[in-house]
């Protein structure tokens, strides 16, 4: 009796031992999708600003109290314009003074030359005086163009697009008081990683999406690379022109991305269905693992180029040991796609 019992033990451990390793060994569970076409575009991003192709910022050139200011904003100037005026007390007491110092000089030479005609001073006694003459008038002369730094002048024709400041207010060599330009064309400026830019050309289609126009995708094109780039910010300026019908607006911010590629019809798998540069395809109970060339890469969808066709089915997070050749079960009843 003592002996049945330990074989009847026996026979029960080993069949235990069988079935935990059937547990073990049981294929993984997995979720499959099927390979399936769509567009896939590759792009660089960036962001910029949108602003006139023709356009100047106009600020004094020294500190001073606006005392004047001109056209409005949405009016049209001329080139040379005056647009504001600063006070330029001091500086026309310093003309009046370097004109009183240059009359009394001259005065001085024509009396020192008429001495000298009748030989009562030297020669060089008369060449000191005309000499002194000269330089007064020089620095009247220069007096007088400072006095035209207390005018702000419209370097270019175009339209007041922007008129900070009061009158009253000091404002520095660092303000800009008027905006000056042309309302179209407009133009984005971004700013591209200098990572990206050796793909960025001219003529390439340029997507833009800005705040002021939610759910809408607006449409430019590069027209131009700035050559230096900014090697603190290790980034490179590239111009976007818009077209003329453009809603945007000056000085409204956008996210612009620029087509390198798109492909309309592109075979998508989900990214995390790509294991360095493979996937797992599904034949039956089993999978077959299979090299893929892969496209534009995107944060849920990959496009491949080759390996795969429409309408196979892979899985779409393999698990970390999943093998070729392994055997996999699908959940119950799961719909793929």
Known sequence: MGHLSRTVIVLCLAGAAAGGWWWVSRPPLVETETVSRGPAVEAVYATGTVEPVVWARIGPVVKGRLVWLGPQEGERVERGAVLARLDDTVAR???????????????????????????????????????????????????????????????????????????????????????????????????????????????????????????????????DITPKGDPRLKVYRVRIALPDDTPLMVGMTVEANIILHADPEALLVSTSAVRDGTLFVVEGAMVRRVPVELGVRGPLRTAVKSGIEEGQRVVRDPPAKLADGARIRLPSGAATR
Do not use: C, H, M, N
């Not at 007064?136 to 400072?146: D, G, K, N, P």
């Open 93 to 223: 007491a310093q003309v009046e003074e370097a004109e009183a110092r240059a009359a009394f000089l001259r005065e001085e030479a024509g009396r020192v030359r008429a001495l000298a005609s009748r030989e009562i001073v030297a020669r060089a006694t008369l060449e000191r005086a005309e000499s002194e003459a000269r330089a007064a008038e020089a620095i009247v002369e220069a007096a007088r163009r400072r006095l035209d730094d207390y005018v702000l002048r419209s370097p270019i024709a175009g339209v007041v697009l922007r008129r900070d400041g009061e009158i009253g207010e000091v404002v520095d060599t660092t303000t800009t008081v008027f905006w000056i330009g042309e309302a179209r064309p407009l133009r984005v400026t971004a700013e591209v990683d200098e990572e990206d830019i050796p793909r960025v050309a001219p003529g390439l289609k340029v997507l833009l999406k800005a705040d002021a126009f939610p759910g809408r995708t607006l449409e430019g094109t590069v027209a």
